[in-house]
């Protein structure tokens, strides 16, 4: 069956660290990759997506992701976080074929201290 | 253009009730999903309806169903409520002609507290 791993549940940063949030899926055949932002107080919404070409997406507020296929992995990253980027961050994947199911991950909670 | 509006917004059952929860999506959407979140869980698929046809399901007992109208608004049901239930419930709408889902466009959420 397919799945969606997210490795870090909750990460602490300072200011102007570095970010990378792993995300890794189970899934035999071609899918679409999201990760998904839902700050606190707010609804889920789309931070990236890639559906093909250019492997190394880039997205809302500086947040961008690399799509390994060999290593079925979508990781998310960001040179240099701010107290803004507070929030939790899903991974989710949708299939091309079959039954279309969309999954996502358990999520990281990411706090940024000020 | 409006967004996906759920509602309740917030409600509280008693064990062995039912709740109905409704979803109106972004209009032109034919595709809504819903899910579970609940902290350390994510986000549980429930199941995901297009063109009023339940196109997937996730592992949730018989309790949970759902269904979509003509007008693509949804809704969502879970009787016999257990303590369990308690969660954000999220629905979320997307434009697909039947392939493959792009973006999904998420409402605010019903939260439900089971005592």
């Known amino acids: 069956a397919q799945s969606v791993s997210q490795h870090n549940h909750h990460v602490i940063l300072s200011e102007a660290a570095s970010l990378e949030l792993g995300c890794n899926y189970s899934y035999g055949g071609t899918v679409n990759l999201f990760w998904y932002v839902q700050y606190p107080g707010q609804h889920l919404q789309l931070l990236l997506k890639y559906f093909s070409g250019d492997p190394l997406v880039k997205g809302i507020k500086g947040f961008e992701a690399e799509f390994i296929k060999s290593k079925f992995s979508f990781n998310l990253r960001k040179p240099s976080v701010q107290w803004s980027d507070t929030a939790e961050y899903f991974c989710a994947v949708s299939p091309l074929s079959g039954t279309y199911k969309y999954i996502f991950g358990t999520g990281t909670r990411l706090k940024v201290l000020a | 253009k409006a967004g996906v509006t759920q509602t309740p917004r917030y409600l509280i059952k008693t064990r062995g009730q039912q709740v109905t929860l409704s979803c109106s999506p972004i209009?032109?959407?034919?595709?809504v999903s819903w899910y579970q979140q609940t902290p350390g869980q994510g986000l549980q698929f429930l199941f995901e309806?297009?063109?009023?046809?339940?196109?997937n399901k996730g592992n949730f007992p018989g309790r949970f169903s759902g269904r979509q109208f003509s007008n693509s608004r949804s809704e969502m049901n879970v009787s016999t409520l257990e303590l369990g239930d308690s969660a954000l419930y999220l629905c979320a709408s997307s434009f697909i002609s039947g392939g493959p889902t792009g973006e999904l466009f998420f409402g605010e959420g019903s939260r439900l507290t089971v005592l």
């Open positions: 209009s032109g959407h034919r595709s």
């Open positions: 309806y297009f063109s009023e046809t339940q196109r």
